[in-house]
């Protein structure tokens, strides 16, 4: 790695150790960003963003993941009139496809393919399966974001250790670890999943983080915990 200075009017240029530790290290920069938001430097929307971006390669796909109870997926031998009732109802662009099980994922159908199948008269959903990526739990989600990139895909599989069927991510999932939660006008209306309800009363989705929960109620859980829900826990 090469270090080059200003020494006068040259430039000196030596090699640095690899060894050499950074000048300041992650958690420091942390603690720099609330310094600096509370002199108004930043904004605390833009301190956000900043934390978010240092915290995105920190987290796993299991982390973020949509588990597989709440994944609406399709039989590759759904007739088409169900298959357009789902993308009506459900208004998802995408539905995974599988064969006869649902830990057998053998790809996904984008509506706008399906959609152009029925004007032209087919109702093959075979010929519109389009190929999909598969990833583990254990996985960082920075490291999924460069092959979703790369591989122009939005969405990926989330298998188990045993090969099964635990859920999918899918590129919105992943900015919106960085940006927050972001809406379209066919999202659904959005439900509270932490809402007081009364003096140390509260009602809470079984989905909601440990974490989010620990944020908005005050109440601590064992650092030890291994569930990340509050259903988890439970």
């Keep these: 790695e090469i270090c080059a200075c200003l020494v006068g009017s040259e430039m000196c240029i030596r090699d640095r150790p690899k060894t050499e530790q950074p000048s300041v290290t992650e958690d420091e920069l942390k603690y720099i960003i609330d310094e600096i938001e509370e002199q108004g430097v930043l ?23 949509i588990p597989r109870v709440n994944v609406i997926a399709i039989e590759k031998n759904t007739p ?44 093959d959903v075979q010929g519109i399966i389009s190929p999909v990526l598969y990833t583990t739990g254990n996985t960082k ?23 099964g069927f635990a859920g999918i991510v899918t590129m919105e999932d992943l900015l919106e670890e960085i940006v927050g939660n972001i809406y379209d006008e066919f999202d659904p209306q959005e439900e509270k999943d932490i809402e007081k309800v009364g003096d140390n009363l509260w009602r809470v989705a079984g989905s909601c983080e440990l974490e989010r929960v620990a944020e908005a109620t005050g ?16």
């Design 43 to 65: 904004e605390e929307q833009e301190s956000d963003l900043v934390r978010s971006a240092l915290e995105f390669d920190e987290i796993t796909v299991d982390e973020i993941l």
């Design 80 to 123: 088409f009139n169900e298959i357009k009732e789902k993308f009506l109802t459900d208004m998802y662009s995408r539905l995974p496809v599988y064969h006869e099980d649902i830990d057998d994922i053998v790809g996904v159908i984008h509506e706008k393919d399906f959609h152009a199948a029925r004007y032209h008269g087919r109702e």
């Design 219 to 234: 109440v601590q859980f064992p650092e030890d915990e291994e569930s990340d829900t509050l259903g988890g826990l439970v």
């Design 141 to 163: 989600i920075s490291h999924l974001l460069r092959i979703l990139q790369r591989e122009k895909a939005h969405m990926v599989i989330v298998v188990d250790e045993y090969g």
